[in-house]
């Protein structure tokens, strides 16, 4: 059975590649502009035709609608690019309980402000002194982490800049899920998911 993950690589790259295919051409005008008008066509053909799984099916149309609404400033391309790097490299990772601990000792090293035994089951507050901070829950980081892998999803509750935060997990070949600051116990900091085997069910947080 298909992955949201693969879905989401199969149709990255496909878009990809029928951008290449079409640069090799000498008749077509190569700006911004004309790669998104072309994607989105390409985009709006492959929804027609239900050519990918339907687990990316949000996406698709949001690409779409970006696309149509944005133009050039959509920046599907780039959007397809990042996305076909991370997914790749987090499709490698077979470490995942190893690379969140490194993380986390990276952040250590830049000052963040790093808990792990403390139990977050009710609304709490962090007094940081406006330093970056991550927690999470004992009960999830003693209980969730097998060896090198993770057995449950684990939430990281982050007061950071966000693309730092996105910039460390791409490093390490994780993928997050996106920022929500409504299901975040701590105040003032958002809530993100890290799963096993990096299957987040929808759209990772990506760099920019």
Same mark, same amino acid.
């Given at each position: 059975?298909?992955?949201?993950?693969?879905?989401?690589?199969?149709?990255?790259?496909?878009?990809?590649?029928?951008?290449?295919?079409?640069?090799?051409?000498? &008749?077509?005008?190569?700006?911004?502009?004309?790669?998104?008008?072309?994607?989105?066509?390409?985009?709006?053909?492959?929804?027609?035709?239900?050519?990918?799984?339907?687990?990316?099916?949000?996406?698709?149309?949001?690409?779409?609608?970006?696309?149509?609404?944005?133009?050039?400033? @959509?920046?599907?391309?780039?959007? /397809?690019?990042?996305?076909?790097?991370?997914?790749?490299?987090?499709?490698?990772?077979?470490?995942?309980?190893?690379?969140?601990? @490194?993380? /986390? &000792?990276?952040?250590?090293?830049?000052?963040?402000?790093? #808990?792990?035994?403390?139990?977050?089951?009710?609304?709490?507050?962090? +007094?940081?002194?406006?330093?970056?901070?991550?927690? #999470?829950? &004992?009960?999830?980081? +003693?209980? !969730?982490?097998?060896? +090198?892998?993770?057995?449950?999803?684990?939430?990281?509750?982050?007061?950071?800049?966000?693309?730092?935060?996105?910039? @460390?997990?791409?490093? !390490?070949?994780?993928?997050?899920?996106?920022? &929500?600051?409504?299901?975040?116990? #701590?105040?003032? !900091?958002?809530?993100?998911?890290?799963?096993?085997?990096?299957?987040?069910?929808?759209?990772?947080?990506?760099?920019?």
């Amino acid at each position: 059975m298909t992955s949201y993950n693969q879905a989401l690589i199969e149709i990255t790259q496909a878009g990809l590649a029928a951008l290449e295919e079409r640069s090799k051409s000498k &008749n077509v005008v190569k700006t911004a502009a004309a790669e998104s008008h072309f994607l989105c066509n390409w985009m709006v053909q492959a929804l027609k035709e239900r050519r990918f799984s339907k687990l990316i099916a949000k996406e698709l149309n949001q690409w779409i609608r970006d696309a149509r609404s944005m133009g050039a400033a @959509a920046q599907l391309t780039s959007v /397809l690019q990042r996305i076909e790097s991370q997914y790749l490299a987090a499709e490698q990772n077979q470490a995942l309980a190893t690379s969140l601990n @490194a993380m /986390l &000792n990276e952040f250590r090293e830049n000052d963040w402000v790093v #808990i792990l035994d403390s139990e977050v089951t009710t609304r709490l507050k962090l +007094d940081s002194s406006g330093q970056n901070s991550l927690i #999470i829950s &004992n009960e999830q980081y +003693d209980g !969730h982490i097998d060896g +090198d892998n993770l057995t449950k999803a684990i939430t990281l509750y982050v007061r950071a800049n966000e693309q730092e935060l996105a910039k @460390a997990a791409a490093k !390490h070949g994780l993928l997050l899920s996106q920022g &929500n600051k409504k299901a975040s116990l #701590i105040k003032h !900091h958002k809530a993100y998911g890290v799963f096993p085997n990096n299957q987040v069910p929808a759209m990772a947080l990506l760099v920019e």
